[in-house]
């Protein structure tokens, strides 16, 4: 069975830049999240997904940070402009039910 | 108060040794509780769940929850260098039809050998 997939592995952006990571789930999962996780920290929610709605997204920050499932398989996540506060590894899980259970290989973002 | 607490560590311990680490939670009506691992440079993987008051045996690894008290651990039997990792806490709870997922910063372990 084929894990969780992200692109990039790795991105290096100025700030005020846009970027964008994709996620592809296992097969058959209905739910995805898009995780933030900065150095020495857990991984913090941005967005939940349950097919291709919206379960959680209420620490997305909304000005900069956008994400969309599309048929409910694979997802975007979007940042657009960068801030130096936003270098992280993002993670993206899925799972079959609320509790995520396998993580993809994350992008670690760096602005600078 | 943060909602998952976890000592940072690291806690090193010698090959071969009992590893107990810990988690407390605020939340009352917190539900089920899970333990990963994450190697450095790596992604969390899943390695314990428990819901319920008690013990949970998987392996050399045992979660205990103690609900009244607030707390979870996870005690690692004869370690492993290749335990050597961070291990992070999870409390999943249903706020206003809401399900919360929350990870705790992490315990980093050290087993030497």
């Known amino acids: 069975e084929a894990g969780v997939a992200q692109s990039p592995r790795y991105k290096i952006i100025e700030k005020r830049q846009s970027v964008a990571f994709w996620c592809n789930p296992i097969?058959?999962?209905?739910?995805l999240y898009w995780y933030q996780q900065i150095l020495g920290q857990g991984p913090k929610l941005l967005i939940q997904?349950?097919?291709?709605?919206?379960?959680?997204d209420s620490q997305l920050p909304k000005d900069r940070f956008s994400a969309e499932r599309l048929k409910g398989v694979d997802s975007t996540l979007k940042i657009q402009p960068a801030k130096l506060e936003d270098s992280a590894v993002y993670l993206c899980?899925?799972?079959?039910?609320?509790?995520?259970?396998?993580f993809g290989p994350g992008t670690r973002l760096t602005v600078t | 108060q943060k909602e998952v607490e976890q000592n940072s560590g690291p806690l090193s311990v010698p090959e071969g040794a009992i590893a107990s680490l810990n988690c407390t939670y605020s939340?009352?009506?917190?539900?089920?509780f899970f333990w990963y691992r994450q190697y450095s440079g790596k992604s969390p993987e899943l390695i314990m769940f428990?819901?319920?008051?008690g013990d949970k045996e998987d392996g050399r690894f045992t979660a205990q929850l103690n609900k009244a008290s607030q707390y979870v651990s996870l005690l690692i039997r004869d370690s492993q260098p290749s335990d050597s990792a961070t291990y992070l806490c999870?409390?999943?709870?249903?706020?206003?039809?809401?399900?919360?997922?929350?990870f705790g910063t992490g315990t980093r372990l050290k087993v030497l050998a």
């Open positions: 997904f349950q097919n291709n709605g919206v379960v959680d």
């Open positions: 939340d009352r009506g917190s539900q089920s």
């Open positions: 899980a899925s799972s079959l039910d609320n509790r995520p259970r396998y």
């Open positions: 097969s058959g999962h209905a739910t």
């Open positions: 428990i819901y319920s008051n």
């Open positions: 999870a409390v999943h709870h249903t706020t206003s039809g809401t399900y919360k997922y929350i």
